[in-house]
């Protein structure tokens, strides 16, 4: 079975440092989502990719974090620098279609911890 | 201002028994309703969609409602089994909302003993 793919799995860093995260989801979603998860909350959406094009990122802290989807596949979610408050779930999801009818496949998820 | 709100952070219950969890949001117009299922460490699986002109959602053991005039959802898990026992959240798409983003609850946990 298809499966959206993240890496890393766990990521340690220290505060002001630079830390990437990878996804591929799953093939045809056009779609792809970047969450945030703090520890006993819900996710929270930071960015929404339709193909290449940003459709959604008005909840993404445009100071430090960025991301891409340059060939409208895969998709890489930076921050730069990080800050304690960081310290969180980073969930890549995607979906068939745009409109919420359709459900989103998530991957595992990149634990990080600013130190 | 816009909530969504699960019932409670934990419900515990036998196993055997139903277990009925509620997603109560504010200031929101649904036009779908999602649940989810969180293990530790891992992302959430899809489990079931139900829509603003649908009343009733059965999956195997699993039963969604949604009632827009109580702007409530319930989620139903018969027969309840240990293996049930995870997070389960409600996650809404909002009329109007930006490209039918869902927002998510924060969850309730749910522990089911033998």
């Known amino acids: 079975e298809a499966e959206v793919a993240q890496s890393p799995r766990y990521k340690i860093t220290e505060k002001s440092q630079a830390v990437a995260f990878w996804c591929d989801p799953i093939s045809g979603h056009a779609t792809l989502y970047w969450y945030r998860q703090i520890l006993g909350q819900g996710p929270e959406l930071l960015v929404q990719f339709q193909d290449e094009s940003v459709v959604d990122d008005s909840q993404l802290p445009k100071d430090r974090f960025s991301a891409e989807r340059l060939k409208g596949v895969d998709s890489t979610l930076k921050i730069q620098p990080a800050e304690l408050g960081d310290s969180a779930m980073y969930l890549c999801a995607s979906s068939l279609h745009v409109q919420g009818g359709y459900e989103q496949f998530f991957g595992p998820g990149t634990r990080l911890t600013v130190l | 201002s816009q909530k969504i709100e699960q019932n409670s952070e934990a419900l515990n219950i036998q196993e055997g028994k139903t277990a009925t969890l509620t997603c109560n949001y504010t200031n929101y117009s649904p036009a779908y309703l999602q649940w989810y299922r969180q293990d530790p460490g891992r992302g959430p699986v899809f489990l079931l969609l139900?829509?603003?002109?649908?009343k009733e959602k059965r999956k195997e053991r699993l039963k969604v409602t949604f009632d827009t005039t109580l702007k409530q959802s319930l989620f139903h898990i018969t027969a309840s089994q240990p293996a049930d026992s995870a997070t389960y959240l409600c996650?809404?798409?909002?009329?109007?909302?930006?490209?039918?983003?869902?927002?998510f609850g924060k969850g309730t946990k749910l522990s089911v003993k033998p």
């Open positions: 139900i829509r603003e002109n649908e």
């Open positions: 996650a809404l798409v909002n009329y109007g909302g930006s490209q039918g983003n869902l927002i």
